[in-house]
């Protein structure tokens, strides 16, 4: 016990005579710590804003969607999930609410918008009065259409406020008309502002009414609409998601062995997946930077073997003077240690400004979040090092023979 | 332990080192006896064993063949540990070179070997205190090797020997680095500290050096040539 203190009193003392040596040494570690904290930081701080985005969704929430299999898709074929599916969920799934089909009716990708000679491209999507509440939408102005919009299709909308900023479109916008692909539309209600994801505007949509947009799209057309619900009781989730599966697959007349033309997810495993997603680029990305903390140890490990020879006199007397294997041995070890944790704690510091800062710099990117486990893990991980790459120099340091270590010069 | 018990017995003590395929017997049979209090020198030219003599003696190193009783203790079969314990109890070391701790302090250099006996810091530093003020440096405390003289550095690695109360006190050519008059100020100094009790034992090849103690003793080709009370003390001996 007493010695330990001895020696990091003579562990700092000799790191303090060396102090640029020492900085030096622990360079290796002060690189592979700031870059391993620098990254999980982003990746981490990437990981909380999604996960934040999921969790608005709902747990009870489901959504189907069509799916085509790869092998498939190569032969050029394209499942889809038409209007008689949306009636069979409807018709033959009870203890669900809030069903909510939503499809482009002007395709998947975007339509024209116009106002007053200013004209933008985004996304157009026709939905039920459900969406309101299985998405969660707030009205900052105006209202959400109401089921009787939908049954009367009355030609309003509801949009989004990067739409109002890409037409130039100041003023109070309730009551004025867009043309969206040579239609004209109300605009009733304008949504609370979401933010971006990875630089992409989440305000940037315009909602029409269900059946107005299947008037648009008319009858001949392969709609391919998703469908998203809530379960009443959330322990019937993985019940409702069997019961749905089985009926698609009835419906579909898919035969056993054929695999599903659509997914049933919860956004609980969308958030799954996209969480083991996380986890494997923290992993790798972390995995690739730890290197360099290894390659740090290998410094350590040098420069206290030449310490060791240097001092090997003073080791020498030490021993005359009485100095066990063992006070020897953790001297050197401890000054190993600390050489490497002093490191861990200047890139932790490092590491943790320079996650800040990139995120800052890259538009669009989420804030960095530093996780606990990091700054343990940065910790733990350089006094490993330091200890693993330090045993072999103590070890040498412990065993010199007093006699030959008095006699070097 | 009766007063009578020597402190140092050697009984047939010898070393030999393989060289190159070699056996060379650096000591050969070496009977002898220290008594407390005793000042003794051991002389020889370079290649005498007088410098295996003090490894064995300051228990740096094990005889091949013999018996070594150090204080009752048999020193001679002890394991590596069980040496450094004894190094740091019993023998308090003064080398030719000083081998101070160059990145310490007078005083850090003093307490040292108390380190390894588990003294507390405060009992420490008050015990190497009263050791600098033995050897006349006092105010010398905070003092780097560097910035010290010669004889300067061999008082505060006589107090470094003291510090821990050794039994013996054992010198390598104590006076090997220092010009004649320091030198004749540390002997003084070992003069005095024997008068005061302590057993001191020099190795040395000058005669002069030898001629402070109360005994010399020769080695030659690893044997002891001669085992004489100095002419010089043996009123003194005859007193004690």
């Known amino acids: 016990m007493f010695s330990i203190i001895e020696s990091f009193r003579s562990a700092l003392q000799s790191i303090r005579a060396h102090s640029f040596r020492s900085f030096l040494t622990s360079l290796g570690i002060i690189i592979g710590v700031a870059s391993v904290i620098a990254v999980v930081s982003m990746v981490q701080g990437l990981s909380a804003s999604i996960s934040t985005q999921f969790k608005g969704m709902g747990a009870n929430s489901l959504s189907v969607n069509a799916y085509t299999p790869f092998e498939e898709a190569l032969q050029g074929k394209e499942n889809v999930l038409g209007l008689k599916d949306y009636e069979t969920i409807v018709t033959h799934i009870d203890d669900i609410s809030h069903v909510s089909p939503q499809f482009g009716p002007f395709g998947p990708f975007g339509a024209n918008v116009r106002h007053a000679g200013q004209s933008s491209v985004t996304r157009v999507r026709a939905v039920t009065a459900a969406f309101e509440h299985a998405n969660q939408v707030v009205p900052a102005q105006g209202r959400f259409f109401s089921a009787g919009d939908d049954a009367s299709r009355r030609r309003v909308c509801f949009v989004g406020s990067k739409v109002l900023e890409n037409l130039k479109l100041t003023g109070n916008p309730l009551g004025q008309f867009i043309e969206v692909n040579s239609e004209w539309f109300k605009i009733i209600g304008v949504g609370e502002e979401r933010g971006e994801t990875l630089g992409i505007s989440r305000d940037d949509y315009v909602l029409i009414p269900f059946s107005v947009g299947r008037a648009i799209a008319g009858t001949d057309t392969k709609l391919n609409i998703s469908i998203s619900f809530t379960v009443n009781d959330l322990e019937q989730l993985e019940a409702v998601q069997g019961r749905l599966t089985t009926l698609l697959r009835r419906t579909h007349q898919l035969k056993p062995g054929q695999p599903n033309d659509f997914k049933v997810e919860t956004s609980q495993e969308m958030m799954e997946t996209f969480d083991s997603i996380i986890a494997m680029m923290t992993l790798v990305l972390g995995g690739i930077v730890s290197v360099s903390l290894l390659v740090g140890g290998i410094g350590i490990m040098n420069i206290m073997l030449v310490s060791v020879t240097e001092r090997t006199r003073e080791i020498g007397i030490c021993k005359a003077l009485g100095a066990q294997r063992h006070h020897i041995l953790l001297q050197f070890l401890i000054e190993a240690t600390m050489l490497s944790l002093l490191g861990g704690l200047i890139g932790l510091v490092l590491g943790y400004g320079l996650g800040f800062g990139a995120s800052k710099m890259i538009p669009g990117f989420p804030e960095a979040v530093v996780p606990w486990w990091a700054v343990v893990m940065a910790f733990g991980f350089s006094s490993m090092v330091g200890i693993l790459f330090g045993i072999m120099p103590a070890a040498k340091a412990a065993n010199l023979n007093p006699i030959d270590a008095l006699r070097y010069e | ?240």
């Open chain 2, 1 to 240: 332990m009766s007063q009578a018990e020597p402190l140092i017995r050697l009984e047939g003590i010898a070393k030999h080192y393989q060289m190159g395929g070699e056996m060379i017997a650096a000591l050969n049979g070496i009977d002898l006896q220290v008594m407390r209090n005793d000042y003794i020198a051991f002389i020889g030219s370079s290649g005498s064993g007088k410098s295996t003599m003090m490894n064995i003696v300051g228990c740096l190193d094990t005889p091949t063949h013999g018996k070594y009783y150090l204080n009752g203790h048999d020193v001679a079969g002890m394991s590596e540990s069980d040496l450094a314990r004894t190094r740091n109890e019993e023998i308090g070391f003064i080398f030719q070179s000083f081998n101070l701790l160059t990145r310490a302090t007078a005083l850090q250099n003093v307490m040292q070997p108390l380190i390894y006996r588990g003294v507390r810091p405060a009992e420490r530093a008050r015990r190497a205190k009263e050791a600098l003020a033995r050897v006349g440096l006092e105010n010398r405390q905070g003092h780097l090797p560097n910035q010290l003289s010669g004889g300067q550095r061999q008082r505060v690695a006589i107090a470094r020997a003291l510090c821990s109360e050794p039994s013996i006190l054992l010198a390598d050519e104590p006076t090997g680095n220092l010009d004649s008059t320091t030198a004749a100020d540390i002997m003084a100094l070992f003069d005095t500290l024997h008068s005061e009790g302590q057993t001191v034992i020099v190795v040395t090849h000058e005669p002069d050096i030898a001629a402070h103690c109360r005994r010399s003793v020769r080695l030659h080709d690893g044997r002891v040539q001669s085992d004489v009370i100095n002419p010089a003390r043996l009123r003194e001996v005859a007193s004690v």
